[in-house]
């Protein structure tokens, strides 16, 4: 069916390149993209406890050796490597309520400044914090909007930096207005983390880098103008993943937070750059990937929804250029998205999906936390409790979580009073 789709897609293409009216380039991405179970290849997926020269992983040594291996090849073929800080990181305090939330809550504004090279990118973190408890553990994660869609009064400023134009959220010309104060709420539900004893930080991803293809010019990358680029250079989503780094260096000197309780969460694109981050620094001690489907949480063989070479043809600036070799050629990547999700181990690791998002691919990422267990087993820990995926709104919870809830694409509700429960669990 797919494949029918496609060639009569192609055909009529064809037809009109023919006929002179169209003539942009066939690529992948405009044909149907599959959603037929009936048509995700066979395959078989790298065993993260092989080493590369056919050698077993018996012992928690060898696994650390196996996991350098691993994640090297992930910064070469997949996200690009990311430079090493060697520069300042200042912090500017724009405001401190102790009295928000009736008392209930501190929320605080931080502008960070990452200076290096006579340059300073800044930074706006939002903070939340309950006011009843020491040594808080808390969520860190990047929004999409801006710091103002999580605040209803003008304390908290509509960012300065790029941004997507997006009419709900009040965002045209690339810049952000007072139009989206407030949007985003729903989705980062202060009010109810706070009253379970968490902090939320949060910080626009766009200044961290702007989400388009500038050539690596802008945000963190500009940070580093000698670098001389290369096909293993880093790219949008681990800029945003090494930015959580940075953000991180600053939040181990806020006297509220326990920063060895630190949970970095994302969506989508930002759920790969926190699935990256959790890869890259240890110091975040739980995962979250909320729907971060192709080049997240979702095994690229399969094929369904998003492939690689959709993602790289659409986002050209997201990933290594070495990505692209695996353009159609998902067969050959040396590694597979649950070994992402292995190089957590042993820390607890989240997935969650959307059932009607299937651009994600929900049961592509419940396979990837299934083939992820086996190193957490190395660690007599369960990884997934279960080997099928859980009927929809019933989350599984060992050392990994996963749940597919009802609806699409998005950071909802539903997704945090579970990444609460978990945190509960292992913090
Ligand atoms: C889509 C992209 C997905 C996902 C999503 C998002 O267009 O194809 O991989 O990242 O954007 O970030 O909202």
């Known amino acids: 069916m797919y494949q029918r789709i496609a060639l009569m897609r192609n055909f009529c293409i ?7 009216i169209f003539f942009q380039p066939i690529q992948a991405q405009d044909f149907e993209p599959n959603y037929e179970e009936g048509l995700v290849p066979s395959y078989s997926l790298p065993d993260p406890l092989l080493f590369a020269n056919g050698d077993t992983v018996t012992s928690l040594e060898e696994w650390n050796s196996r996991r350098q291996e691993i994640f090297k090849i992930f910064e070469k073929e997949v996200y ?4 090493e800080w060697d520069g300042e990181l200042e912090a500017e305090v724009l405001f401190v309520n102790p009295d928000f939330m009736d008392g209930k809550a501190t929320r605080k504004g931080i502008r960070l400044h990452l200076k290096r090279n006579g340059q300073d990118l800044p930074l706006d973190l939002l903070i939340f914090y309950p006011n009843t408890r020491k040594s808080v553990p808390a969520f860190l994660g990047l929004n999409f909007y801006g710091n103002h869609t999580l605040a209803t009064d003008s304390q908290v400023v509509v960012p300065t930096a790029w941004i997507r134009n997006n009419e709900t959220m009040g965002s045209s010309d690339n810049k952000a207005s007072e139009a989206g104060r407030g949007k985003r709420i729903s989705n980062w539900p202060y009010e109810k983390i706070v009253a379970r004893g968490y902090g939320l930080v949060s910080l ?30 880093w790219g949008s989503v681990a800029g945003w993943a090494w930015g959580l780094s940075r953000v991180m260096d600053y939040l181990e000197t806020e006297s509220w937070l326990n920063s060895e309780k630190v949970a970095v969460l994302g969506h989508s694109r930002l759920g790969k750059a926190a699935l990256w981050a959790g890869a890259m ?23 369904y929804g998003e492939t690689v070479a959709r993602i790289n043809r659409s986002f050209p600036h997201w990933f290594a250029e070495n990505f692209n070799q695996y353009n159609e050629r998902e067969m050959e990547l040396p590694i597979d998205q649950h070994q992402l999700l292995a190089l957590m181990a042993p820390r607890p690791v989240y997935v969650a999906s959307g059932v009607e998002d299937r651009w994600a691919d929900p049961k592509g990422e419940f396979l990837s936390c299934v083939a992820a267990s086996p190193v957490y087993r190395l660690f007599d820990l369960e990884g997934m409790p279960v080997s099928s995926p859980p009927a929809v709104n019933h989350p599984e919870m060992g050392h990994i979580g996963y749940h597919v809830r009802s609806g699409g694409h998005g950071l909802l509700e539903y997704d945090w009073m579970q990444y609460l429960d978990f945190a509960d669990l292992h913090f």
């Open 14 to 20: 064809s037809l009109l390149v023919g006929s002179g």
């Open 80 to 83: 690009g490597k990311s430079p």
């Open 204 to 233: 626009y991803y766009g200044e961290l880098d702007p989400d388009f293809d500038d050539g690596f010019q802008n945000g963190v990358h500009g940070l580093f103008p000698e670098e001389s680029r290369d096909a293993a250079s």
């Open 281 to 303: 620094d240890d110091r975040f001690a739980l995962v979250i990937s909320n729907n971060s489907g192709c080049g997240g949480a979702a095994l690229s063989r399969r094929q």
